[in-house]
């Protein structure tokens, strides 16, 4: 099935309520989210869309000025110091209040530019165009904004709501089959923890589901989204139903850390969510025919279900230093099925050692 190439609108309700549309060429058309009296853009964006940069300076040059941020990609780019580049730009355009940041890129680059346009003057208006599909699926929306320091990830930021996504599919094509399937991580998580339609087409035709031009590629992304334009609108800041987009990223994140963030996010997600399925399995909560599905799944996106046995001290640790850095107990989201989503709260060591053995190589 071939991608039909219209545009698929889908509305964050809360505060502020905004759009994200998902389509092709939607890139090119920006503009008409930026709102009257805007004077001033910002577009950032990492080294690899250079050009792809300039293009959209082009598209909007005749009715604005366009400045271009050039930021490190990844994890490098969510610094102080390049936050504080950005800032340069501004204050020495004479940036105020009724003007505008673009985030163009990937989870990080969109994250950075939001944290820049949520700390700018108290805030200006904001556009994520995410390029990447971890970033179409989760980074982009939602507005968690941020930059790490030395002490750990996501330390410094804020929720801030970004006035539209706009998600082209468009600048998928060139993208690395690795980092696409990665980002399937994402995917697949909202596959177990609200739509099993997802799981569906992906277990239907591998090929399709994960070919970009797809008709099948587009509506993984579409359930994908609404599901997280759902939770956001209702959960803003993570009081509570916020807590599901959390499934296997409690060991995730740990595994993230252990690997000095040299790993794709989705791929420890991944091996996370196979260890929440057993954790729920092991308490009796969920089949062995849904781990099974989780194995399965994973592994055909190439997408990795197991750990080193031997890393489980250092794994528990860093959980509870996150644990504490979130004032809280040590939680996990676990399924007692197919999108029923529950937390499991203070488990025993003894089932978590478990759980780990049953994923570890
Ligand atoms: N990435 C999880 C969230 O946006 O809450």
Redesign the pocket.
């Known amino acids: 099935m071939t991608d039909a190439g219209s545009t698929t609108t889908f509305t964050v309700n809360g505060a502020n309520p905004y759009p994200i549309e998902i389509g092709r060429g939607l890139r090119l058309d920006l503009a008409r989210h930026l709102g009257q009296g805007i004077a001033k853009v910002l577009i950032v964006h990492p080294p690899t869309l250079a050009a792809a940069a300039a293009e959209l300076r082009e598209s909007l040059a005749g009715d604005m000025q366009v400045l271009l941020a050039e930021v490190p990609d990844a994890e490098a780019g969510k610094r102080v110091e390049v936050a504080a580049f950005c800032w340069q730009i501004m204050g020495q355009a004479d940036f105020t209040r009724s003007d505008a940041v673009i985030g163009f890129g990937g989870g990080a680059v969109t994250d950075l530019a939001g944290f820049v346009a949520a700390t700018w003057l108290r805030g200006v208006r904001l556009v994520q165009v995410p390029t990447t599909l971890l970033g179409m699926v989760?980074?982009a929306?939602?507005g968690?904004t941020g930059i790490n320091t030395n002490e750990g990830k996501n330390l410094v930021g804020s929720f801030y709501a970004p006035a539209a996504v706009v998600i082209d599919l468009d600048t998928l094509t060139p993208l690395g089959r690795n980092d696409l399937l990665a980002g399937f991580g994402?995917v697949v998580k909202y596959g177990f923890i609200a739509e099993p339609e997802i799981l569906d087409i992906i277990e239907a035709d591998l090929e399709a589901a994960t070919d970009p031009t797809t008709g099948e590629f587009r509506r993984l992304v579409e359930l994908s989204v609404a599901i997280?334009a759902r939770?956001?609108g209702e959960d803003f800041t993570?009081q509570g139903l916020?807590e599901i987009?959390?499934y296997g990223?409690t060991l995730g994140h740990a595994i993230e850390h252990a690997e000095r963030y040299q790993w794709r996010h989705g791929a420890a997600v991944s091996i996370g969510m196979m260890y929440a399925a057993e954790l729920a399995r092991l308490s009796g909560r969920l089949s062995d025919a849904v781990v099974d599905r989780h194995r399965s799944i994973l592994t055909s996106l190439t997408l990795p279900t197991t750990y080193p046995a031997g890393r489980w001290e250092t794994l528990l640790a860093t959980m509870h230093r996150d644990k504490k850095a979130r004032g809280s107990m040590l939680r996990f989201i676990v399924l007692d099925d197919i999108a029923r989503p529950t937390v499991l709260a203070a488990p025993e060591p003894s089932l978590l050692f478990a759980a780990y053995q049953e994923i570890g190589a």
């Open positions: 989760d980074a929306i939602g968690k994402e997280k939770v956001v993570e916020r987009l959390n990223h």
